[in-house]
Nanobody, 123 residues
């Protein structure tokens, strides 16, 4: 079963940038679309964006569109989330997840999740 590990989170000032990464091991990665989610205290888990299995299509929530960018390297089994123009409202635990089926473009169901990495944006 694939295991996902997020890394790269931390503290950043408003307006700054941060790049977080998700590394996969022990299972299939390159055949699957991947997604990024986040959850802030007291709020529901929120979709951030996704990338298809080839890395040729990305999708983003309106709240991050134009500021965040997802990329992947299937040779290294990694998917990254580049975050620019960070706002205090971006503070959350960020999770990566794998699509439930292979060869996907835009996932609708995720069955594998990482442990999350904390991103804190100060004002």
């Amino acid at each position: 079963q694939v295991q996902l590990v997020e890394s790269g989170g931390g503290l950043v000032q408003a307006g700054g940038s941060m790049r977080i990464s998700c590394a996969a091991s022990g299972g299939s990665f390159s055949r699957y679309a991947m997604g990024w989610f986040r959850q802030a205290p007291g709020k529901e888990r929120e979709f951030v964006g996704s990338i298809n299995w080839r890395g040729t299509h990305t999708y983003y929530s309106d709240s991050v569109k134009g500021r965040f960018a997802i990329s992947r390297d299937n040779a290294k089994n990694t998917v990254d989330l580049q975050m620019n123009g960070l706002k205090p409202d971006d503070t959350a635990v960020y999770y990566c997840a794998r699509d439930s089926i292979p060869w996907g473009i835009r996932p609708t169901k995720y069955t594998n999740w990482g442990q999350g990495t904390q991103v804190t944006v100060s004002s």
